[in-house]
């Protein structure tokens, strides 16, 4: 097996879970190492499959994850996947744990606690 890029393993097993079977390893690294050797990074190109893997309608019309690299759309879509990461960490600390209004216990928990007590 040939070296792999810094990241390309993570990439290809995210990819690979809706890949279309004519999609090749091969390509898809050499179109990977092209993109880092123009700037790209491991995180950018990995986000970005995660929101387009994510947001595509149809798994059927998922294209070569070479011609998708070529495409450079992961440069916006990496931005999205941030953006919304983002969100859904700041919605996360926004979570407030409730508290029960009553205090209010059934007799089979009344029961149940006071057998847990004396046993």
């Known amino acids: 097996m040939r ?5 390309f393993e993570i ?14 390893r091969g390509k898809c690294r050499k179109e990977y190492m092209r993109q880092i050797k123009e700037g790209a990074t491991p995180e950018d190109l990995l986000l970005a499959a995660k929101w387009h893997i994510r947001n595509t309608k149809d798994l059927a ?7 998708w690299l070529n495409s450079e759309a992961w440069v916006e879509e990496a931005e999205k996947e941030r953006a919304m990461q983002a969100s859904a960490h700041q919605r996360a600390e926004n979570v407030v744990q ?4 009553t205090t209010y216990k059934s ?13």
């Open 3 to 7: 070296d792999e890029p810094e990241g």
């Open 11 to 24: 990439f290809w097993c995210e990819w690979r879970k809706t890949k279309r079977h004519t999609d090749g």
């Open 61 to 67: 019309f998922i294209p070569l994850a070479a011609s």
């Open 98 to 101: 409730m508290k029960p209004i």
């Open 107 to 119: 007799k089979f928990l009344q029961e149940w606690e006071q057998q847990k007590r004396e046993g």
